[in-house]
């Protein structure tokens, strides 16, 4: 039976990491110990840099085939084997223990991955011997073919991301900014607000604590719901004022929410930002 190890998978590892270092940054903290860490384990000098690149292979490649899909998984297992598993393994047990070292080690890896699934079964299959239940290497091998012929979208891979981080501090404000609302930064140029810092704060410090920010979101709709309606008595726009009596409607879905997603975190900073379009009409 091929178990999972989220401690030891450097795709968790790195995108925690990667959170911590928003955190820190949002929270003022100058040299955050998470930049620290991802500089001195993942780069192209280390197993688990190698190690990573290929998780980041299945993960950004897309083909309109099975057959082709299959065969990037084959090569990507065989590059796997190349890597120096004493080494990797060293490699693996010293960047937990320096994360032990700056963090709560529960804290740090109690938190839900949108792609945590397809993690897993990448390392499982890296993991694999001769010993293993050829049943679940199959159904591991489809999981990750089934995500290189959809049209997920892909993720930055390392490199790119450290080449951001080197650039000055205000720069990486922005560059932790980003990494919770590339959706939102897609479609809105404007600078956030305190409102919506605040809501980027609370969700990067609760991203544990689903109660916590459950709650901290459902406090945010009747605030927004109360001055988009005072908004909406000033639109002499017909149409305008039904689509805004709509959005003031939606608002109310938050409240039969159990989970707090990326996505509403997101749409949260869009209300956000349309209450400061309006707030703006209002003093032109």
């Not at 990797?88 to 937990?96: D, F, G, N, P, W």
């Amino acid at each position: 039976m091929l178990k999972h190890s989220k401690i030891k998978n450097p795709m968790i590892v790195f995108e925690l990491l990667l959170r911590k270092l928003t955190s820190d940054t949002i929270n003022g903290v100058e040299k955050s110990p998470a930049l620290t860490i991802i500089k001195e384990f993942f780069n192209k000098k280390t197993s688990i840099g190698r190690e990573y690149e290929l998780y980041q292979t299945l993960l950004r490649n897309k083909f309109s085939t099975e057959a082709r899909a299959t065969t990037l998984l084959e090569q990507v297992l065989q590059l796997r084997k190349t890597l120096n598993e004493r080494q990797l393994r060293r490699e693996k047990y010293e960047i937990i223990k320096k994360i032990k070292e700056n963090y709560n080690l529960d804290q740090f890896f109690n938190t839900k991955l949108d792609n945590y699934k397809l993690y897993a079964s990448i390392y499982k299959l890296f993991e694999s011997d001769n010993t293993a239940n050829p049943e679940q290497i199959v159904k591991e091998k489809f999981t990750i073919v089934e995500h290189i012929i959809s049209n997920k979208a892909v993720q930055k891979n390392a490199e790119t991301i450290l080449e951001q981080f080197e650039t000055e501090h205000k720069d990486i404000r922005l560059i932790a900014y980003k990494f919770l609302v590339d959706k939102f930064n897609k479609k809105y140029s404007s600078q956030l607000d305190e409102k919506q810092k605040q809501i980027l704060k609370e969700y990067i410090y609760n991203a544990s604590n689903n109660r916590r920010l459950l709650e901290y979101v459902k406090q945010q709709i009747p605030y927004l719901q109360k001055e988009l309606k005072k908004y909406s008595s000033s639109v002499d726009d017909k149409v305008t004022q039904i689509k805004l009596h709509e959005t003031v409607s939606l608002l109310d879905k938050f409240n039969s929410i159990k989970f707090i997603k990326d996505e509403h975190v997101l749409n949260l900073l869009r209300y956000y930002e349309l209450l400061k379009e309006f707030k703006g009409m209002k003093h032109e």
